[in-house]
Nanobody, 126 residues
Framework: QVQLVESGGGLVQAGGSLRLSCAVSGRTFSMYVMGWFRQAAGKEREVVAGIKWTGDRTYYADSVKGRFTMSRDNAKNTAYLQMNSLKAEDTAVYYC???????????????????WGQGTQVTVSS
């Protein structure tokens, strides 16, 4: 059973930065797409970013384009989400997730991810 553990969340002022990390157990990290999702209080979970196993294809939600950058280090079994110019509306629990498939679909919907971390809280004060 694969395990995903997020870290790096916290409280930050608007305009600040945070870097989230997602450590993944097992030997197959480099075979799967990885994604970051978030869920704000009272709202549905939404995709924030995704990255192909090669790292050369990324996806970003319109709301975070130009501010967030997702990357991965396959040697460390870790995915990252660098978040800059944070806004109050970025406040949410952030989850990392591993894709279901070992082939690339180009889709980053929630249904395309089968393993999830426990989440890390990000709070942006205005």
């Amino acid at each position: 059973q694969v395990q995903l553990v997020e870290s790096g969340g916290g409280l930050v002022q608007a305009g600040g930065s945070l870097r989230l990390s997602c450590a993944v157990s097992g030997r197959t990290f480099s075979m799967y797409v990885m994604g970051w999702f978030r869920q704000a209080a009272g709202k549905e979970r939404e995709v924030v970013a995704g990255i192909k196993w090669t790292g050369d294809r990324t996806y970003y939600a319109d709301s975070v384009k130009g501010r967030f950058t997702m990357s991965r280090d396959n040697a460390k079994n870790t995915a990252y989400l660098q978040m800059n110019s944070l806004k109050a509306e970025d406040t949410a629990v952030y989850y990392c997730a591993r894709g279901r498939y070992t082939y690339y679909t180009g889709s980053y919907s929630e249904a395309d991810f089968g393993s999830w971390g426990q989440g890390t809280q990000v709070t942006v004060s205005s």
